[in-house]
């Protein structure tokens, strides 16, 4: 069964940085669409960026286009989301999520995903 843990959430100044990492492990299947998504205190959950990991394609939310980085690294089985420029409407719980989909999407993704724990990002003015 597949396990995701994401890491490097946490407080900064608008107009810093940030680096999340989502571990997957104990997959028995590879998942081709990864992605994160974010929710905030009384809102939608929402998609952030997701990235096919077959071919490689990335797929962003235009709040987070030109800010948001998303990237695998193979060897280490991790999905990375380096957020950059971040604003205060950035602070949210960001999940890491994993699918088998034949075409992936930020759309598509949450219908077939599993899920992580989360980790908190907070980013005060």
């Known amino acids: 069964q597949e396990h995701l843990k994401e890491s490097g959430g946490g407080s900064v100044q608008a107009g810093g940085s940030l680096r999340l990492s989502c571990e997957v492990s104990?997959?028995?299947?590879?998942?081709?669409?990864m992605g994160w998504f974010r929710q905030a205190p009384g809102k939608e959950r929402e998609g952030v960026a997701a990235i096919a990991t077959d071919i490689g394609g990335t797929y962003y939310a235009d709040s987070a286009k030109g800010r948001f980085t998303i990237s695998q690294d193979n060897a280490n089985n991790t999905v990375n989301l380096q957020m950059n420029t971040l604003k205060t409407e950035d602070s949210a719980m960001y999940y890491c999520a994993a699918g088998l989909l034949s075409s992936c999407s930020l759309q598509a993704l949450p219908s077939s995903a599993r899920w992580g724990q989360g980790t908190q990002v907070t980013v005060s003015s």
């Open positions: 104990g997959y028995t299947e590879s998942s081709t669409c």
